[in-house]
């Protein structure tokens, strides 16, 4: 038996996630250590230090290896993570939004000093124990840790070069995710319901992608993309076993982007989870999630894009349209924009289906195209559901769309934030998510996808529509009987911060798109 | 035909010394209505005031550049001003840059000189609203959106413009959103417009697939290399967005209900600038219509349709402002039908959509001081006898009477008459139908006339109708003088400024071609004899509508146009989804919502299929599985 060589890993590039993954593991030792009245601000500077760490070493790898344009991406880890332009641009955006997601955790003045998240996930819900705990004002403060550990998965998926480390990823994303999504202090049926479903349902589509791998690993001997890559551009062996492998893994992936008809779980989810636990899901799991998806899909299946172009279409048009003419009968504001990250969802895949490659005319790659719209799309989203948990009565925050009535004239500041980004979601000029359609449309017209883009456009006017109505209900409708005390709660500092940068990058993004394009550009293609 | 006269081909300078300035005129009003609405109450006691000066500013600056133009030589008309790179990656450039004109600086003359007579007459006129400096802040906000509209050098910025003066409309529309139907018209104006930007953004992303860029002057120089089916087709979404903004058929529905909003707001958007975006898109896009007969002659029809259209819905309506809406499609359709003849219209298109900015901006205002001193009522059955009772109103009101019609000598006599001459030498039905319409336009609005402001009173009880104060009847004076004077004064002039811009032949036309000419003869006939039936068939107006003949009914239910929308749109899709699942059909009010309504009805039946089951939803993943599969397969196969 031959000696154990330890792997050379390259702690330098690590560093980021490194430093997520470390704020996570000692905010366990925190719990076990720290005393309770401590805890939330130790968490809090914990999660401070980890991200603003990941942050600056992510930076400073990708400024270093800009500088060293031949060997400054690579492929390291003992090939299992790509250190490439879209990495780089995913983690500073992963480590952005999370740090706006989770700041929101620690909110206590919309509650009435209470967090949003229940006092005691295990007393069970209308039981003394659980009043009890109210009383006490016990708090989870787990809730830190494993939103880090989730981050750590966010950042390593859509790095990953082989599928072994796509599949840990994956779970290591997920797992932390499902008990989040059952922790809300209100509603906790409707929120531990959301948690099993989205467990259930995951499982089912990790099986899906697992059978994939195996068959993809049964024609092409490696689990590396790289190796996987080659053999299908080779075109030995089993062809069929490619195809399968490719249908089986596309199903894993379109399920975390919300992809219909692998969408299901997003509406129940989205509206059962704690809202700043949905913020976080609908703005980095879909990131991740995307950032993987291109990966695999130009990296690994590059060569058979043929075979995957049509049912990639196909898949677009139906999330697109489904997601928009769905979005239009929510009576629910959480759902709708359930709805609504399903049918941008669709237009980020018409970059995807484009599969454009290096400069043409519009000088974006699908890659940079779909990484710019998710930015934008992740920064309007944490921003929309930030004002979601300042609408509130007594019973918690109030998502029917029918108590919305007359905000807008209540409160003409909030409410025109909110309608500012309903206004992106829907892609008006001087607005970020104008200039993220532009550049994902313009990815699937030079991929030679003229008639998608057609599709797109009639989808997003149908889109527009339902986001209009959100704006009429605020601004246009007479509050009704059932208002039943609902008003706009001022929140503190944390969400104030996290509605201002949103709203600064919306707008910001929409002038000013150059801020962040080049940036984009710099992510064009995955290394090989 | 394809026209023998070419269109301009644009050919700008860099900018230097004043026109640098120029982006001074969209940022004053800008900063102006976010200064409004970000200060809040605190301006409520001046804010309007700053809002007036505002486009008062905007319109300094833009006559200071005028006469820099004049005083330039030709060639050195058409000025670039570079204001920022907005987007700048590799070869994706897009420069935020304006264009100053022949063309574009009449706009802003007409947008800002207008804007600030009617910012000064909302003074007055929103003076007892508590949200009059949101109005303000909503007014000025429009203006810039405008002036970003006509001064952009692309179509992606004026796309932006574009979208701007939309959400301004629609807020103004719904500015009294107490009122539900304030509220449904806003919505259906907004939706509608919709309709008309997805042609805006195919013809955009048409023209950035073959030249990489949508400058209008980059466009221009290509144009002749598009496939003539390609430019047909860029030309028909052009048209589609036109007629969105500019209320042509069959997007025209909006317009009537527009009038929900305040009347000045009808005055500066619904007539005198926004509704004309259209015409200005047409011949700006001149380059491309030269390529293309078919999307041509589509212009002409739908210009002409819209015309008669709008003329018989002013026929038979009560209300005084809904008249004057149906007046200004009609007025519109002119400038379209000009517009879709080519080089050879440009001009006249032109020239009719300044003298109708201040004409159909004189009336509408007129109607809004007659709306203050009759309670805000509008239905001209309870008017009459108003001559005596506001003299002010009613010789400024005349005035513009007077031109609408084409009495000789006032601004629209000019201005039509052209169109009408450019009609008959294009296509002798297209002319006819435009010597038509000006006969149903002097019956309308004579009818209009009469019945407001002649015969015996019909005033409800308790209402004194009673002269509107100064800072109302000025802006009122002023456009009057202008309805009277522009005409005469831009007819010998403005050919020669703006065939270099626009294209066309130059020619000077004298002011008395109209009595050299048969076709001026047999309009001015057409035109009095449209008077004279006018005053005979309303010597007496009843206090209650007759039911009258078909033609009026048609007209007072917009000849049919929701009804059309819901025949053809919006109930054929209810049927079919009535089939597929029994939905109550009554629930949905089709009218308003066309689009929403329709979906909505599908996205119920979709709906059904989120049971909140995990089964069922583990069974629709598999489900996709084998689409996927199935795809894959037949990929294969293929």
Redesign the interface.
């Known amino acids: 038996m031959s000696g154990f060589t330890a792997p050379a890993l390259e702690y330098g590039h690590l560093a980021p996630l490194i430093f997520v993954f470390l704020a996570g593991t000692f905010g366990v030792g925190v719990e076990a250590t720290v005393p309770r009245r401590f805890r939330p601000t130790a968490q809090l500077v914990l999660v401070a230090i980890g991200l603003i760490g990941a942050l600056i070493t992510t930076i400073g790898n990708w400024v270093g290896a800009l500088a060293q344009p031949d060997t400054g991406f690579f492929i390291g880890v003992e090939g299992s993570l790509a250190f490439d332009g879209p990495t780089y641009f995913i983690w500073a955006t992963l480590i952005v939004l999370g740090a706006l997601s989770i700041l929101m955790f620690g909110e206590r003045q919309l509650g009435g000093g209470a967090t949003p998240f229940t006092p005691q996930a295990a007393s069970l819900p209308g039981t003394p124990a659980e009043r009890e705990a109210t009383a006490l004002k016990l708090e989870h403060t787990e809730v830190y840790p494993l939103a880090m550990f989730s981050l750590t998965g966010m950042m390593i998926f859509p790095a990953a070069a082989d599928m072994l480390t796509l599949f840990v990823s994956l779970e290591i994303m997920s797992l932390p995710l499902y008990l989040l999504a059952g922790l809300a202090r209100r509603r906790r049926l409707l929120s531990q319901e959301a948690a099993l479903k989205y467990f259930m349902l995951g499982s089912f589509s990790s099986a899906f992608f697992v059978m994939g791998m195996a068959l993809i690993y049964g024609y092409a001997g490696s689990f590396d993309l790289g190796i996987v890559a080659e053999a299908i551009t080779q075109g030995a062996g089993s062809y069929s076993l490619v195809v399968g492998g490719i249908g089986l893994m596309a199903v894993g992936t379109l399920f975390k982007v919300g992809a219909v008809p692998f969408h299901n779980w997003t509406p129940d989810v989205y509206q059962g989870s704690p809202t700043v636990v949905t913020g976080f899901m609908a703005s980095c799991v879909k990131i991740a999630a995307f950032g993987a998806l291109l990966r695999l899909f130009f990296v690994a299946f590059g060569g058979a894009r043929w075979d995957w172009q049509p049912f990639m279409a196909v898949i677009a048009v139906l999330t697109m349209f489904v997601g928009a003419i769905i979005g239009i009968v929510q009576d629910d504001v959480k759902r709708m924009l359930a709805y609504s990250s399903i049918a941008h969802a669709g237009f980020i895949l018409t970059a995807l289906v484009g599969a454009a490659q290096g400069e043409a005319i519009m000088g974006m790659t699908s890659v940079s195209s779909a990484l710019f719209y998710l930015a934008v799309y992740g920064l309007t989203t944490v921003g929309a559901f930030a004002i979601i948990t300042m609408v509130r009565n007594e019973g918690g925050e109030v998502t029917r769309l029918s108590a919305w009535a007359g905000i807008g004239r209540r409160n003409p500041g909030i409410a025109g934030i909110f309608a500012l980004f309903l206004l992106s979601f829907a892609g008006i000029p001087l607005t970020s998510g104008f200039i993220g359609k532009l550049a994902v449309f313009g990815a699937a017209w030079q991929g030679g996808f003229g008639w998608l883009v057609v599709v797109a456009v009639l989808a997003s006017l149908v889109a527009a529509f339902f986001y209009l109505r959100v704006i009429v209900v605020m601004f246009f409708s007479d509050a009704g009987d059932e208002e039943d005390g609902v008003e706009v709660v001022m929140p503190s500092w944390r969400t104030t911060l996290t509605i201002a940068v949103a709203l600064v990058t919306t707008v910001g993004l929409g002038v000013l798109p150059n801020l962040l394009l080049p940036a984009a550009s710099m992510a064009a293609e995955f290394l090989r | 035909m394809v026209n023998p006269l070419q269109t301009a081909i644009l050919e700008p300078v860099a900018a230097s010394g004043l026109f640098q300035m120029a982006w001074l005129m969209i940022a004053i009003p800008l900063v102006s209505a976010a200064f409004l ?1 970000l200060v809040g109450k605190a301006s409520n006691a001046w804010g309007h005031l700053l809002a007036t000066l505002a486009p008062i500013a905007s319109f300094g600056i833009g006559l200071a550049l005028f006469f820099q133009l004049l005083g330039a030589s030709v060639a050195e008309r058409t000025v670039e001003v570079p204001v ?10 897009v420069q935020i840059a304006l264009l100053v004109d022949q063309l574009s600086i009449l706009f802003v003359l007409l947008i800002t000189g207008v804007g600030s007579l009617i910012h000064i007459y909302s003074i007055g006129y929103m003076e007892h609203d508590e949200r009059r400096r949101r109005f303000f802040a909503y007014l000025n906000l429009f203006i810039a959106a405008m002036l970003v509209l006509v001064l952009a050098n692309s179509y ?1 910025v004026l ?2 413009g574009w ?2 003066v939309g ?1 301004a409309s629609y807020l103004l529309i ?1 500015f009294w ?2 009122r539900p139907a ?2 449904a018209a ?2 259906k104006a ?2 509608m417009n ?2 008309g ?2 042609g805006m ?2 013809a955009m ?1 048409t023209m ?2 073959h030249f ?1 860029s949508v400058e209008f002057a980059e466009v221009g120089k290509n144009a002749a290399q598009f496939s003539p089916l390609t430019a047909t087709l860029v030309g028909l979404f052009l048209l589609l967005a036109a007629c969105g903004k500019s209320a042509q058929v069959p997007l025209q529905a909006w317009l009537l209900d527009a009038m929900e909003g305040p009347t000045p707001v009808s005055a500066l958007i619904h007539a005198a600038t926004m509704v004309t975006a259209g015409v200005y898109l047409i011949v700006r896009s001149g380059p491309i219509f030269d390529q293309t007969p078919v999307a041509s002659t589509a212009v002409v029809v739908v210009g002409t349709v819209t015309l008669l259209v709008g003329a018989w819905i002013g026929t038979s309506k009560d209300d005084i402002k809904k008249v004057l809406a149906g007046s200004t499609m009609s007025q519109i359709g002119y400038m379209i039908l000009a517009a879709g003849i080519g080089p050879a219209g440009y001009v006249f298109a032109i020239f009719h959509l300044l003298t109708h900015g201040f004409f159909k901006a004189n009336m509408f205002l007129g109607a809004g001081s007659i709306m203050h001193g009759m309670d805000d009522d509008v239905n001209m059955r309870n008017f009459g006898a108003l001559g005596r009772a506001m003299r002010w109103t009613f010789l400024t009101f005349a005035m513009g009477y007077l031109a609408i019609i084409g009495f000789p000598f006032f601004a629209g006599f000019y201005s039509k008459d052209h169109i009408i001459v450019a009609a008959f030498e294009h296509n002798m039905i297209v002319g006819i139908c435009a010597l038509i319409g000006a006969g149903i336009t002097a019956y309308y609005m004579t009818r209009l006339m009469v019945m407001t402001f002649f015969g015996r009173k019909r005033w409800e009880h308790g209402v004194h109708p009673h002269e509107s104060p100064g800072v109302m009847v000025f802006p009122l004076v002023v456009l009057a003088i202008l309805s009277v004077v522009a005409g005469v004064a831009m007819n010998s002039w403005i050919n020669g400024w703006l065939v270099p811009a626009v294209g066309g032949e130059e020619h000077t036309y004298g002011l008395l071609d109209g009595f050299t000419e048969p076709i001026g003869w047999l309009t001015m006939g057409v035109v009095a004899i449209g008077v004279v039936i006018a005053v005979s068939v309303f010597k007496s107006v009843p206090k209650e509508a007759p039911r009258g003949n078909f033609l009026e009914r048609a007209a007072r239910r917009d000849v049919y146009g929701d009804d059309i929308n819901n025949a053809v749109v919006v109930n054929p899709l209810m049927a079919f989804i009535g089939l597929l699942t029994g939905f109550d059909r009554g629930k949905v009010d089709g009218a308003v919502e066309g ?2 309504a329709s ?2 009805g ?3 039946v ?2 059904r ?2 049971s ?1 089951y ?1 089964r ?3 069974l ?2 598999v ?3 084998v ?3 199935a ?6 196969l293929a």
């Not at chain 2, 795809?631 to 294969?636: A, K, P, T």
């Open positions: 609405l920022y790179e907005w987007i700048g990656v590799g070869p994706w450039d992606l796309f932006i979208e701007g959400l719904g959103q107490h304030a509220a806003a919505k907004f939706v919709r309709v930007d997805i953004a195919l992303i950035f697939a990489g689009i929403g979906t909505s599908l996205g119920q979709l709906r299929l989120q909140g995990v069922s939803y583990g629709t993943m489900a996709g599985a689409l996927v599969g795809v894959l397969i037949l990929g294969q």
